[in-house]
T-cell receptor, first 108, second 114 residues
Framework: GQSLEQPSEVTAVEGAIVQINCTYQTSGFYGLSWYQQHDGGAPTFLSY????GLEETGRFSSFLSRSDSYGYLLLQELQMKDSASYFCAPEGYNKLIFGAGTRLAVHP | NAGVTQTPKFQVLKTGQSMTLQCAQDMNHEYMSWYRQDPGMGLRLIHYSVGAGITDQGEVPNGYNVSRSTTEDFPLRLLSAAPSQTSVYFCASSPKLATHYEQYFGPGTRLTVT
């Protein structure tokens, strides 16, 4: 079977660092993607990890540990515009599996 | 490039009616997919296609049909609408067959079935 766990909500202040964790169980795993979605908008791609380790893209970094079936998204220097939902999406064969996502609220 | 376009943006149907949600992309992407998003449930894959003439089922295919006669278009058909199909529908495309390449999402269609 497959399962996916992320925290449902995270709150942080501007300028802070926040980490959103993701644990997954899928049949056939190729890598882990992260997507951002603002209220009323469409998901947009943030990052992808195929191998263990950290990938950095500006203020955002994503980490993967295949042996632990675990990954996280790290957001640094938080800005108000980072308030959104964040989805981890394990990649199976020709499919991405999205969970319910983590709603991040950034406060002044 | 217009990217991924979806029509209509909003739609209200009565139970039992049928309709087609349109999706088109002008990026010559091979991979296209349809998702539905319900509150608190994230995105669920309905159907996907790895190229013209090839489609396959996702997690929640019941009540929906798709076809892929061209690379550009991937319409989603609701055969007999039910209130349980009230949702936001997103179409997405990706330049390669592997889904780890960035998927580009359309703006969505908000469907209400009464």
């Amino acid at each position: 079977g497959q399962s996916l766990e992320q925290p449902s909500e995270v709150t942080a202040v501007e300028g802070a660092i926040v980490q959103i964790n993701c644990t997954y169980q899928t049949s056939g795993f190729y890598g882990l993607s992260w997507y951002q979605q603002h209220d009323g908008g469409a998901p947009t791609f943030l990052s992808y990890n195929a191998l263990d380790g950290l990938e950095e893209t500006g203020r955002f970094s994503s980490f993967l540990s295949r042996s632990d079936s675990y990954g996280y998204l790290l957001l640094q220097e938080l800005q108000m515009k980072d308030s959104a939902s964040y989805f981890c999406a394990p990649e199976g064969y020709n499919k991405l599996i999205f969970g319910a996502g983590t709603r991040l609220a950034v406060h002044p | 490039n217009a990217g991924v376009t979806q029509t209509p943006k909003f739609q209200v149907l009565k139970t039992g009616q049928s309709m087609t949600l349109q999706c088109a992309q002008d990026m010559n992407h091979e991979y296209m997919s349809w998702y539905r998003q319900d509150p608190g449930m994230g995105l669920r894959l309905i159907h996907y296609s790895v190229g013209a003439g090839i489609t396959d089922q996702g997690e929640v295919p019941n009540g929906y049909n798709v076809s892929r006669s061209t690379t550009e278009d991937f319409p989603l058909r609701l055969l007999s609408a039910a209130p349980s199909q009230t949702s936001v529908y997103f179409c997405a495309s990706s330049p390669k067959l592997a889904t780890h390449y960035e998927q580009y999402f359309g703006p969505g269609t908000r469907l209400t079935v009464t």
